[in-house]
Structures are given as structure tokens and as C-alpha cells.
């Protein structure tokens, strides 16, 4: 049985046990959120020996030259001495620059990091407060706005949200390391339409594309679905509109989730050059993903990008 060393602590685990399950069950503090590898809550550290990660691509070649490695995604194949992601050690503090409510549900916070951030549209992060860290997407764009912009859905009590509420300018957190690429724009997509779907706060990350896409000068048709439980809940009404308001290609729509199956009916007439980039639910993404599918969209012009609740 390999013996496995983390934070001075020495706990013999089954060959091939999986990592995240090991350091649970010794009662070692570790975070994740979904368990597939998607999140990158879960970041652990390999100090020495060696571990056997499932989804080596799940992280950069510069994240894995550094000893990283997804807990819940590596098994233990050998003894072996591992960090925990320690957000004080290994996060970047920020400062909360503000916070409000641009709906009854969805609390809009902008953070000030202590130092600048490269990232890309559509890029995630894991924001880290009271030993909690969970996995949200950038709503801000890379290079125009000052501040890193997060849409949290605040609809179901969680560890986070809970924390989240309660934070008031100036607060402190940490934000751990950026990952996900599968939602940006694609400059050679300028003429082709394009579909962004959302359900919930699967805005965010859009909201930053639809802006990078007009910053690009995205010619063609551009079609943004927003799909919420309440018409309280279509956020960013003002900015969307007055985006519209500014780019004649810009369409936009707000969809309560009981109207859902008369717009989803109307996507089999999408054109079938359009380029779609969905985001929210797991459920709503597989759903919208389906129903273009079936319109006839081939696959590799749909891209996903799906908030799996933690596990
Ligand atoms: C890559 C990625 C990006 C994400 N980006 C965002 C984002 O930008 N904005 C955002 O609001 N969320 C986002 N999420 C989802 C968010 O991280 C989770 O919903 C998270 O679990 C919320 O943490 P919590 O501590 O508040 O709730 P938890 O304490 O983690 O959960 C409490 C309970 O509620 C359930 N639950 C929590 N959230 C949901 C949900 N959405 N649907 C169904 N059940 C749920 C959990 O399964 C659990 O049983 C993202 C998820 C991923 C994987
Ligand atoms: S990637 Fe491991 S818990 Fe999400």
C-alpha cells in the first residue's frame, strides 16, 4: 500500500486509490467543487514522488511543470508527498471594488487582484474566501475593464454564495488559478452569425464575449438568449440594451424559463454557418446543445461551457 505525505502526516491508501477520496477519508482539508475534473478546486501539489493523473490535459503544460495536479483526477499508484492548494501560499489576494444586485438573485462582484491577472473571455476562476473555494467564470473583458467582474447566483444557500452575500467593499479574498478556454471569440468567426445561449448567470462569461466579439468588430448577426428561471432574473437588461442599442447586428432576447419550449423550437431555423456558445446548468447547456444539434448545426460549431454545481 503506498504511503502517502501531506502536510507532515503520513496515511497508507489503497494502490490506485483516488487521490481526493484518500485525503477526505485521512481528514485532510482539501477543497474541490464538481468532481470531473472541470473546476480546478481541487489543486494539490506534488512534492515528490509519483501520481497518476487521469486527465493529464485537464491542466497546462506550465501548471503541471509546476507540480499540479487535479485531486479528484489522480490516483496514487506509488507513495507519494503532496501540498494542498493553500489559497494564503498559493492564491492572489483581491480586494472586493464593488458589489451589488442587478437582480433579486445574481450578486455582481468586482475585484480588485493585488496584482494584474492575464486572462482570457471565458477564462474561470477559483475564488477562495473562508476556506471555501469554488470555481466562476469572468464577466469582465481582458484589457478594457479594471477590475475582474463575477456574476454569482445567489438563488440556492451554498457555503459560498452564503460568504458571498455578506461581503461588503474592501473585503478580502483569494483567487486561485485561472483555467477553462472553451468559450472565447474567434476573429475568424467575424462574418458568421452567432448564437450565445445562457441560462442563469451563464451570461457572464457571454456578456464578456458578446464585448470582445464588437471590440473585434464582429460583422455578422449576433443573437444573445438569455434564458432565467423569472423575468426578474434577465440581468444586465441596461447593458445588453444599450449594447443593442449601439450595434444594429446585435439582438436580444430574454426568455423565462416557462416560455423555453417555444424558443428552443424556433432554433431549427438558425442558419447553418452560425457559430454557438452556450453556458449555465449542466441540464440547460445539454438541452440547448441537443435541440441545435437536431436543427442540424454540426457539433464542432457548437461550443459548451457548463456550471457543474459541487458534488
Ligand atoms: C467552471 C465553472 C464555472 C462556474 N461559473 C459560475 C458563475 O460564473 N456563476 C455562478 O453563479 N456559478 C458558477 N458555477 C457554479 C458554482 O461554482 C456552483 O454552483 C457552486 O457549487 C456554488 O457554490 P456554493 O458554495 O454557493 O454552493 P455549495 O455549498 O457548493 O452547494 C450547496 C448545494 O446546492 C447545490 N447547488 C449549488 N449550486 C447549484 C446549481 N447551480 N444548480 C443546482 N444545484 C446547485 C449543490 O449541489 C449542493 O447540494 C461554475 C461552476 C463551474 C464548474
Ligand atoms: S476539478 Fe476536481 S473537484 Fe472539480
Redesign the pocket.
Known amino acids: 500500500m503506498p504511503d502517502l505525505l501531506v502536510g507532515g502526516r503520513s496515511v497508507s491508501v489503497a494502490h490506485n486509490a483516488n487521490l481526493l477520496d484518500s485525503l477526505l477519508e485521512a481528514g485532510i482539508n482539501v477543497s474541490y ?2 468532481r470531473a475534473g ?2 480546478h478546486a481541487c489543486l494539490v501539489r506534488g512534492v515528490s514522488g509519483t501520481l497518476h493523473d487521469i486527465k493529464p490535459d485537464a491542466l497546462t503544460t506550465a501548471q503541471r511543470d509546476q507540480g499540479w495536479h487535479l485531486a479528484c483526477q489522480c490516483l496514487v499508484v506509488d507513495d507519494a508527498e503532496v501540498e494542498v492548494f493553500d489559497a494564503a501560499r498559493d492564491g492572489i489576494p483581491a480586494t472586493v471594488h464593488s458589489c451589488d444586485w442587478p437582480s433579486p438573485n445574481v450578486l455582481r462582484l468586482r475585484l480588485m487582484p493585488q496584482r494584474p491577472l492575464r486572462y482570457s473571455t471565458g477564462q ?1 476562476l477559483s475564488l477562495c474566501a473562508d476556506d ?1 473555494i ?4 469572468l ?1 469582465s473583458l481582458p484589457g478594457e475593464d479594471s477590475w475582474l467582474e ?4 445567489c438563488y ?7 460568504m ?1 452575500k455578506a461581503l461588503s467593499v474592501g473585503a478580502q479574498l483569494s483567487l486561485g488559478q485561472l ?2 478556454a472553451a468559450l472565447r471569440y474567434d476573429p475568424e468567426w467575424q462574418d458568421r452569425p452567432l448564437l450565445l445561449m445562457a441560462s ?3 451570461l ?2 457571454l456578456y464578456a464575449v458578446l464585448r470582445e466579439a464588437l471590440r473585434n468588430d464582429h460583422q455578422g448577426p449576433i443573437r444573445v438568449l438569455h434564458v432565467a428561471r423569472h423575468p426578474t432574473e434577465h440581468y444586465l437588461k441596461p447593458e445588453l440594451g444599450e449594447i443593442a442599442k449601439q450595434h444594429d447586428q446585435v439582438q436580444i432576447e430574454q426568455v423565462s424559463s416557462t416560455d423555453l419550449s417555444a424558443a428552443l423550437a424556433e432554433l431549427r431555423l438558425v442558419p447553418r454557418q452560425t457559430i454557438a456558445l452556450l453556458c449555465g ?1 449542466p441540464d440547460s447547456v445539454e438541452c440547448f446543445a441537443r435541440h441545435l444539434y437536431l436543427a442540424g448545426l454540426p457539433r464542432s460549431q457548437i461550443f459548451t ?7
Open positions: 467543487s464538481c472541470s473546476c474561470h471555501v469554488r470555481p466562476y467564470s464577466a463575477f456574476h454569482i447566483d440556492r444557500p451554498g457555503a459560498f454564495t452564503t458571498a483555467h477553462g442563469g448567470t451563464g457572464a462569461p446548468h461551457d457548463s456550471f457543474l454545481p459541487h458534488a
